[in-house]
């Protein structure tokens, strides 16, 4: 084989590697962009992920405020319209309980767009102990002061005292909720209901919508 074939042979080779050289180089210069552009993706889309789900705790947070401070200044409420009816005029007390009352109506309307399954399931017992304290009061309220009368402020007191407990359930779950703890207490009990006052001298019909007894525990730090 002459030394000019043998040149020629050494220079298709060589034109042949830098080819192939130059088409590896574009193949891994593409598969680095292709998996860098994967890789930005990935980070847009969780960061698009963690952007929604804190817009969702966020809206969640605002919303068990209101729903919390509601229902708290509900039940506050009609225990100061009660101390005020045992011991006389309370017509101050009276115009505040119709104005917490509707705050807690309209916030508990909004909750129940906005709130988890599980929140208004168990915030549910709080809004029904709520009612019963409320509509017992307001029949309280109307008649003639007497011994009765006062026995009855007094039971209308133990529920709205009692009321507290199952407030700091719901409390505990919307701490969760919103990620203000990473576990619920021991105490907190899914299952808690309201207590069963229907034999405190209520109406049949106020007693319906007491129904089913489930052990209370003491909600701690929560109360």
Do not use: F
């Amino acid at each position: 084989m002459s030394g000019a074939i043998i040149s020629l042979i050494i220079a298709i080779v060589g034109v042949g590697g830098t080819l192939a050289s130059t088409a590896i180089t574009q193949v891994l210069a593409q598969r680095t962009e292709s998996q860098r552009a994967n890789r930005e993706e990935r980070i847009r889309a969780a960061e698009q992920r963690a952007s929604e789900d804190q817009r969702r705790i966020d809206q969640l947070r605002g919303c068990y405020v209101q729903l919390n401070a509601h229902d708290r200044h509900y039940r506050d409420a009609m225990l100061a319209y009660a101390y005020a009816l045992k011991s006389g005029s309370a017509d101050t007390e009276a115009a505040e309980v119709s104005s917490a009352r509707r705050a807690q109506r309209d916030t508990r309307a909004e909750a129940q767009l906005v709130a988890s399954d599980a929140v208004l399931q168990v915030e549910s017992h709080v809004n029904a102990q709520l009612t019963v304290a409320y509509r017992r009061l307001m029949g309280v309220a109307g008649r003639p002061d007497s011994s009765a009368r006062q026995a009855q402020l007094g039971r209308v007191i133990e529920l709205l005292d009692s009321i507290i407990a199952q407030q700091g359930h719901v409390r505990a779950l919307m701490r969760l909720e919103v990620r203000a703890t990473q576990e619920l207490p021991e105490w907190y009990d899914p299952e808690i209901g309201p207590p069963d006052h229907s034999q405190a001298g209520s109406s049949s019909s106020t007693a319906n919508v007491v129904e089913g007894v489930s052990p209370q525990t003491t909600p701690g730090s929560y109360a």
